[in-house]
């Protein structure tokens, strides 16, 4: 089983709103990633942790919060997005040895 | 920092058609992955390389592992209207928590 999952499917916030994006993973991978991707365009890495912790941050936003509150769990905290922060935001994880990594099916987050 | 190339950007072809793709990069990997996005959805991985030099097939896709490390080309035979979508290849070091860097996508049109 290689399935990431990500909740929700579809988001829309305003400018003031506060939400948070969730993913999860049960192949007891240690490193996840957050990704933010454009139409057409490559995904763009966020952050990375690593056991748990931070490891990379890739100069992003405070208004964009990650947490990892176990192995399995990652969450994308957000508050006081703009409109150019709409785009597919997408959760991967990859196991300790392998080099693989697997992405979740994305959220498809617009900020009005 | 490390980019690679990607061609061809787009292509249009006739069912049953033979797609070949490519990716070069200015510096070396030691792992390509391969990955098709459809429309909305997370990346799917395709295909993983690990060893210059090597080739390796899922059904009607085949890629290889440039012997320099510096580039990487997948294959698709007898494309299907299915095969419709975004590829992207990545490449990853080793080193940094798994950190990718994706080539630009290829953006694949099947006519029936």
């Known amino acids: 089983d290689t399935e990431v999952t990500q909740t929700p499917k579809h988001l829309v916030m305003g400018m003031t709103n506060k939400k948070s994006l969730k993913c999860e993973q049960h192949?007891?991978?240690?490193?996840m990633y957050w990704y933010k991707q454009k139409a057409k365009k490559p995904p763009e890495l966020m952050f990375v942790?690593?056991?748990?912790?931070?490891?990379i941050n890739e100069s992003v936003p405070s208004r964009f919060s990650p947490e990892c509150p176990n192995s399995s769990l990652l969450n994308l905290h957000l508050h006081a997005l703009q409109p150019e922060d709409s785009a597919l935001y997408l959760c991967?994880?990859?196991?300790?040895?392998?080099?693989?990594?697997?992405f979740g099916p994305g959220t498809r987050l617009t900020v009005t | 920092g490390q980019q690679l190339n990607q061609s061809p950007q787009s292509m249009f072809i006739q069912e049953g058609e033979d797609v070949s793709m490519n990716c070069t990069s200015s510096?070396?990997?030691?792992?390509w992955l391969w990955y098709k996005q459809d429309p909305g959805e997370g990346p799917v991985l395709l295909i993983a390389l690990y060893k210059a030099g090597e080739l390796t097939s899922n059904g009607r896709l085949t890629a290889q592992f440039g012997i320099t490390r510096k580039d990487s080309f997948l294959n698709i035979s007898a494309s299907i209207p299915s095969d419709v979508g975004i590829y992207f290849c990545a490449g990853q070091l080793g080193t940094s928590y798994g950190k990718l860097t994706f080539g630009q996508g290829t953006i694949l049109t099947v006519h029936p």
């Open positions: 192949m007891g991978h240690r490193a």
């Open positions: 510096s070396i990997f030691n792992t």
């Open positions: 942790y690593s056991y748990e912790k931070l490891s």
């Open positions: 991967a994880s990859r196991g300790t040895r392998a080099r693989e990594q697997y």
